[in-house]
C-alpha cells in the first residue's frame, strides 16, 4: 500500500512540473534601428572606466547581450496561460549613441513619491560618470514644462544631494499633455534622450511621445521609469518609494491605536493613499499588527446589518474596547453620497476627484454610536497623513532601488532601445514595452495569501451578504 501510494504521488509530481516546458514568448522591446537606418554603433565606453572590469568573464563576459532574459513566472504555473520573458537591463558591448552628441531631457510627471529626486540624481549621475554624457537638461512641472518653460541644465555638482530631499525639485504637475506641443519641444530641443518617469497616467502619455517620435522617425530614445506611491503599475515586482510610504504610515496608525488605546471605546482611524489600489494600506496592516480592520478598494464594504462594518465594531469594542481601522482612500467611494457636481469632478489629468473616506466613515460612526449607544462614551481619533507618507525622501532600500533603475535606464537607452520600461521582474531588472506597463494594472489580489493573512489576523467580515 504504503509502496502504491508514494510510485502515485511520485507520477503526479512527475506530470505537475510538465508546465515548466511550455513555451516562452519573448516580450520584444523596440529599437531605433528598427526605423532609424544607417545606425552607427561604438564600443562601451564602460571599457575604458576605470571602476568596471568589463573584461572580467562571468559565464559569457560583463555585456549582457540580447538572449539575457527574465521570467516573467519563475514558479511553474499550471493555469494555461503562456509564459512571458523580457531582456534582462545591463550594459551592452556597443552603444547606439556619440556620447558627445547626447542630449538628455528628464521630466517627472503626476503626483509625488519617495525617490523621484534620487532617480533624477542617478540619472545625471550615470549619465556623466559611466557614459561621458555631459548635455542633460531637467524638463521642470511635468509634459507641460516641454513646450511652456526653459529647461533647467543638471549635472553632478546641482543634484549632488537630492536623494536626501523629498518631492521633486524638477516640479511636477498632472494635466497639460499636447502631444505635438510635447514632440515639437523635443525636436527643438534637439533631445535624442528622453527620461519619463511617472505613473501609470504619465506610462500611457509616453506611448503616444513614442509613437509620434517613430512616426517621424526621429533618432530619439524614449524610456519611462515608473513611479506610483500606490504601487498600482503593473508586471513590475513593485514601485519605488512604496516601501518608504508603508513605513511612513505605521507612525500614523500607532498614534491611532495609542489615542484608541486611551479612550473609552475609542476608534483610531487612519486614511492611507491608495486611489484604485490598496496596497500601502494592506502592507501597513500586515506591518504593524495593530490595526484591527483594513480597507481597501477591491473590496466593496457596508455599514448596516448582518456582516457589515457597525457589527464587527460593536464585538470588538465589546471585546478589546478599541478598535484601529485602516482605509484606503479609494475604498468606498461607491457608498458615499456624492452631489451631481462631485459625480463630474475631474482633476487635471482626469482623474475623478474622491471624497474624503475618512472624514465621512467618522461622521457615520458618530451618528451609529449616538444611535445606538446614546449613553456609552465614545471617541472617534481620525489621522488623515496623506501628504506626509510621501512628501519624504527615499529610504534606504528605496534609494538603492531607485539607482538601479536609473543605471537600468540608461543602460537600455544606450544600447539603442526605446519605447521601454525598465523595473524588477521577480527581483530582476529588465527592460519592458512601453505599452504593457501603460496597460497593467496592479490590483490587490483578494484570492490571494497576502489578503487572506490580513483577514486572519483582524478577523474582520468579508463583506459578503448573505
Ligand atoms: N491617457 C493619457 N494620455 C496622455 N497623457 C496622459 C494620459 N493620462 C494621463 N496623462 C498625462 O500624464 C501626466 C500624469 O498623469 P496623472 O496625473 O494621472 O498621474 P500618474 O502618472 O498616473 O501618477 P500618479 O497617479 O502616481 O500620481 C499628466 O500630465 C497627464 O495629463
Ligand atoms: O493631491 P495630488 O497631488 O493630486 O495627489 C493625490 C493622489 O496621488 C497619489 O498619491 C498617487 O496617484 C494618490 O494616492 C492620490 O490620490
Ligand atoms: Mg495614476
Not at 529599437?31 to 559569457?60: A, C, G
Not at 517620435?213 to 498600482?232: F, H, M, Q, S, W
Request: negative net charge; hydrophobic residues 40%; aromatic residues 10%.
Amino acid at each position: 500500500m504504503a509502496m502504491a501510494a508514494s510510485s502515485n504521488s511520485e507520477a503526479e509530481s512527475a506530470s505537475d512540473i510538465s508546465n515548466l516546458f511550455k513555451p516562452i514568448y519573448l516580450k520584444d522591446v523596440p529599437h531605433l534601428s528598427h526605423y532609424v537606418p544607417n545606425l552607427q554603433t561604438r564600443p562601451n565606453p564602460l571599457d575604458h572606466n576605470p571602476y568596471f572590469n568589463t573584461r572580467h568573464l562571468r559565464d559569457h563576459g560583463f555585456y549582457l547581450t540580447h538572449s539575457d532574459l527574465v521570467l516573467r513566472h519563475i514558479e511553474n504555473d499550471p493555469s494555461p496561460l503562456p509564459r512571458f520573458a523580457y531582456h534582462r537591463a545591463g550594459p551592452r558591448k556597443l552603444i547606439y549613441f556619440d556620447p558627445s552628441l547626447v542630449r538628455v531631457g528628464i521630466v517627472t510627471c503626476g503626483g509625488l513619491c519617495p525617490g523621484l529626486n534620487t532617480v533624477i540624481r542617478e540619472l545625471v549621475m550615470g549619465l556623466w560618470h559611466l557614459y561621458d554624457v555631459r548635455h542633460i537638461m531637467g524638463i521642470t512641472a511635468g509634459y507641460r514644462g516641454f513646450y511652456s518653460s526653459e529647461p533647467l541644465p543638471l549635472n553632478p555638482k546641482v543634484v549632488q544631494h537630492w536623494h536626501n530631499v523629498g518631492g521633486t525639485l524638477l516640479q511636477t504637475s498632472r494635466g497639460g499633455f499636447h502631444l505635438n506641443d510635447i514632440v515639437d519641444a523635443i525636436q527643438n530641443h534637439a533631445f535624442n534622450q528622453v527620461y519619463i518617469i511617472g505613473g501609470d497616467g504619465t506610462m500611457r502619455g509616453a506611448v503616444k511621445i513614442f509613437e509620434e517620435i517613430r512616426r517621424r522617425k526621429l533618432e530619439v530614445a524614449v524610456v519611462g521609469i515608473p513611479k506610483t506611491v500606490d504601487n498600482d503599475v503593473g508586471i513590475i515586482d513593485k514601485s519605488f518609494g512604496f516601501q518608504t510610504a508603508v513605513e511612513m504610515a505605521q507612525q500614523a496608525i500607532s498614534a491611532a491605536h495609542v489615542e484608541a488605546e486611551s479612550a473609552v471605546n475609542g476608534i483610531g482611524l487612519v486614511k492611507l493613499m491608495g486611489r484604485s489600489t490598496g496596497h500601502i494600506a494592506l502592507h501597513a496592516t500586515l506591518s504593524s499588527r495593530d490595526v484591527d480592520c483594513c480597507l481597501i478598494p477591491e473590496i466593496d464594504f457596508y455599514l448596516e446589518g448582518k456582516g457589515g462594518l457597525f457589527e464587527f465594531l460593536d464585538q470588538r469594542l465589546k471585546e478589546n474596547g478599541h478598535v484601529v481601522i485602516v482605509v484606503a482612500e479609494g475604498a468606498g467611494q461607491d457608498i458615499i453620497p456624492r452631489t451631481d457636481s462631485q459625480k463630474e469632478e475631474q482633476d487635471e489629468s482626469g482623474n475623478l476627484v474622491f471624497l474624503d473616506v475618512g472624514a465621512w466613515l467618522k461622521s457615520e460612526l458618530n451618528n451609529w454610536w449616538a444611535r445606538d449607544h446614546p449613553h456609552e462614551l465614545f471617541t472617534v481619533k481620525y489621522i488623515d497623513p496623506t501628504y506626509m507618507i510621501r512628501a519624504v525622501h527615499a529610504n534606504a532600500s528605496d534609494n538603492l532601488y531607485c539607482t538601479l533603475l536609473a543605471h537600468s535606464a540608461i543602460h537600455g537607452v544606450m544600447a539603442g532601445y526605446t519605447g521601454f520600461v525598465t523595473g524588477p521582474i521577480n527581483g530582476n531588472y529588465a527592460y519592458i514595452p512601453l505599452e504593457d506597463v501603460a496597460q497593467a494594472n496592479n490590483p490587490v489580489d483578494t484570492k490571494d495569501h497576502k489578503w487572506s493573512w490580513v483577514r486572519s489576523i483582524t478577523n474582520q467580515p468579508d463583506f459578503v451578504r448573505r
